[in-house]
């Protein structure tokens, strides 16, 4: 008998690593990563400007990816001018030492090399002198302090998705178990889950006892509740080797360079996911497995450690633990409710489009009671299936109508509630006249049917294909285009289409056919190809096979 409550099941494999978060036994999290070299949310790159886009207020980044980062003017302060700052300051140091270990002051070579060093990094005289005159840089000020070729840290805050490339932020934020490091905040803050004025109070005394660098700032994540000061110092001091690294990196790279990366799935899944209510954690790997349990006794002990259990059995465990057959249900348009209706999702590039339906053939469908009972249900499932597809952005909710303001306003508190400990930033807006609500979820990487599927080579993604008349008009006005032309008159012609198609001509459509061989005097002959697209055909010479046009 399975366990109830909260589990983890990991399942490693070679090209593919997969997550999942059961809660009795039911899927609540999902989550896969595959090998690829794309930049992954969270990497940190020494990146150079390539160049900027005014009207989009943005520039774009050479990360060493196959499309250059986009980076909004907003996102390049302040961590951009603090980063910046502290090149150039360290810059003059070192000139400053050369100079005087010469005896010289600043001679004409050392002119020459920061002069030199400044056509590398454009603009950074005037981005020096008005940070020491203490001006505020705005986003009027970026296309004159920043230049392109000028280099950047930059880290990943949205994984390219379809023909965009990734998105990018100056602003630094590393994840602990505990702590998050902003190493160009100062702020100290608190996750706002943590709820408690005591246990908040208790949480800022910790933070503000540690010993951090200036200038640096922290928050403390959810799952740091409760925990005792020593925690927090440990974690702090793991983030901090990251950060020495990245600034050895810094000073060693060439951009565009990789300088920090995000820890796989195994290891993130444990970082963000592992709680007091996680009763069990079942892995397929025996790597991932010791990995998992030492990283749990080193953050909470061998009683922590002892969740973790290896999987051995020749059943799969995605199988055993029937999380396979619930997630076929997120690779479909459409997902049953438990009272009998059901909601359509449909992802679309400007929006995700989901309609809620009470069901056909039901009684009390207009009953006000059972209405709002579908719509209840819908939100619950709406909130689900958005974490297990991965799906964000802006998200359109066609409820069924309601004609009482009091229900509307119920459906709304349920729907802020169930994303209320969505992992991504969501906000839900009051059901509008048209009898729409609108949400946002923050959207991070590709969704999960992005990750697994490919458009159909047939439509293209469009889910459909001309139909077999729509084939049958298209090849016989080709004909009566091609039958006019002078130079095909003793030509022989002979059409090769799909099967389906033909099987049109030869049947509802073979007087038509008839008629255009008499019209033009001309024999026709017919060929199927299986290996054509059905959207395809060809008409050609039999003799020569010379395509005709």
């Known amino acids: 008998m399975e366990k109830s409550g909260k589990q983890m099941i990991l399942n490693c494999e070679k090209l593919e690593r997969r997550f999942a978060m059961l809660n009795d036994g039911r899927l609540e999290e999902y989550q896969i990563e595959r090998d690829d070299s794309g930049p992954k949310v969270g990497n940190i790159y020494l990146g150079r400007i390539i160049n900027f886009e005014p009207s989009l207020q943005a520039a774009f980044i050479d990360i060493g990816a196959e499309k250059n980062a986009f980076l909004h003017y907003h996102e390049m ?23 005087a270990a010469r005896g010289t002051g600043t001679d004409a070579p050392i002119a020459a090399k920061r002069r030199k060093r400044q056509e590398g990094r454009p603009g950074s005289r005037a981005l020096s002198e008005a940070l020491r005159r203490k001006k505020k840089l705005t986003v009027a000020d970026i296309p004159e302090f920043f230049k392109p070729g000028m280099e950047l840290l930059v880290q990943v805050v949205k994984s390219p998705i379809g023909t ?21 905040s100062e702020h100290i803050g608190l996750s706002t889950r943590i709820e408690g004025a005591q246990e908040r109070d208790r949480l800022r005394k910790i933070l503000s006892s540690l010993e951090l660098p200036e200038g640096m700032g922290l928050i403390c994540r959810t799952v740091g509740e409760g925990r005792k000061a020593a925690f927090f110092k440990r974690d702090l001091d793991l983030l901090l080797d990251y950060w020495r690294k990245i600034e050895h990196a810094m000073e060693t790279m060439k951009a565009p360079a990789l300088v920090f990366t995000e820890p796989d799935l195994v290891a993130r899944t444990i ?9 069990g954690i079942v892995v397929d790997d025996k790597a991932a497995c010791k990995q998992i349990a030492d990283t749990l006794r080193r953050i909470g002990g061998a009683k922590m450690a002892g969740k973790v259990t290896l999987y051995n059995s020749p059943k799969p465990v995605f199988d055993h633990y029937k999380i396979n057959d619930q997630l076929r249900e997120v690779y479909q348009r459409e997902v049953r409710l438990p009272g009998g209706g059901y909601i ?11 309609d809620v339906n009470s069901g056909r053939g039901r009684k009390g469908t207009d009953q006000p009671e059972f209405i709002l009972k579908t719509n209840l249900e819908a939100a619950a499932e709406i909130a689900r299936q958005l974490r297990l597809r991965n799906i964000g952005g802006l998200v359109v909710l066609d409820f069924i109508d309601m004609k009482s303001a009091k229900d509307r306003d119920e459906v709304l508190r349920t729907m802020k509630k169930l994303v209320k400990d969505d992992r991504a930033k969501t906000k839900v807006l009051p059901i509008s006249k048209l009898g729409l609500m609108e949400m946002t979820r923050q959207r991070e990487h590709e969704s999960i049917l992005d990750q697994v599927y490919n458009p159909c080579p047939y439509c293209s993604g469009t889910g459909r294909v001309k139909s077999p008349l729509t084939m049958s008009v298209e090849i016989q006005r080709r004909l009566n285009s091609v039958l006019r032309e002078k130079r095909y008159k003793d030509v022989p012609v002979r059409v090769i289409m799909h099967p389906d198609v033909l099987a049109r001509l030869r049947n509802e459509d073979a007087k038509l056919l008839s008629d255009i061989e008499e019209k033009y005097n001309h024999d026709l002959s017919f060929r199927a190809d299986p290996m054509l697209h059905y959207e395809e055909f060809r008409l050609v010479d039999p003799d020569t096979g010379a395509e005709l046009f």
């Open 164 to 184: 965009k490339g990734a998105r990018v932020t100056t602003n630094m934020s590393i994840p602990g178990r505990y702590l998050v490091l902003m190493p160009y």
């Open 77 to 99: 302060l302040p961590g951009g001018d603090e980063l910046l700052e502290k090149r150039i300051s360290e810059e003059e140091a070192e000139e400053e030492e050369e100079a």
């Open 271 to 279: 970082r963000d996911f592992m709680t007091d209510e996680i009763g």
């Open 344 to 354: 359509c999702i449909d992802e679309t590039e400007a929006l995700i489009a989901i």
